[in-house]
Nanobody, 129 residues
Framework: QLQLVESGGGLVQPGGSLRLSCAAS????????IGWFRQAPGKEREGVSCISRSGIRVNYLDSVQGRFIISRDKAWNMVYLELTDLQPEDTAVYYC??????????????????????WGQGTQVTVSS
């Protein structure tokens, strides 16, 4: 069974940093484009970032560009999202997702949740003083 598990969330003060991890079990991430999404209370789930199979193609939501960095570690079958300069508006549950569709569609400039088949359960990020 394909499973994704996120970790690394927590409570941080404004300006702080976190590193989120997405681990896969039951399959290798090499053949999947990976996306990170977030959902704040009362809001739609939005795409934050994505990375292609090779790691060459990456995209970011405008509001996180320059603050978040996505990367993948093939040796450890992991994908990471480094969050820096966190702000209260970044507070949300963060999810990773995977799909085997074409990188050009799955990891497009706007990261769309309907493109992703497999989802993790999420990790909470809270930014508050």
């Amino acid at each position: 069974q394909l499973q994704l598990v996120e970790s690394g969330g927590g409570l941080v003060q404004p300006g702080g940093s976190l590193r989120l991890s997405c681990a896969a079990s039951g399959f290798g991430l090499d053949n999947y484009a990976i996306g990170w999404f977030r959902q704040a209370p009362g809001k739609e789930r939005e795409g934050v970032s994505c990375i292609s199979r090779s790691g060459i193609r990456v995209n970011y939501l405008d509001s996180v560009q320059g603050r978040f960095i996505i990367s993948r570690d093939k040796a450890w079958n992991m994908v990471y999202l480094e969050l820096t300069d966190l702000q209260p508006e970044d507070t949300a549950v963060y999810y990773c997702a995977a799909d085997r569709g074409p990188d050009s569609a799955v990891c497009a400039p706007i990261v769309v949740k309907s493109r992703y088949e497999y989802w993790g359960q999420g990790t909470q990020v809270t930014v508050s003083s």
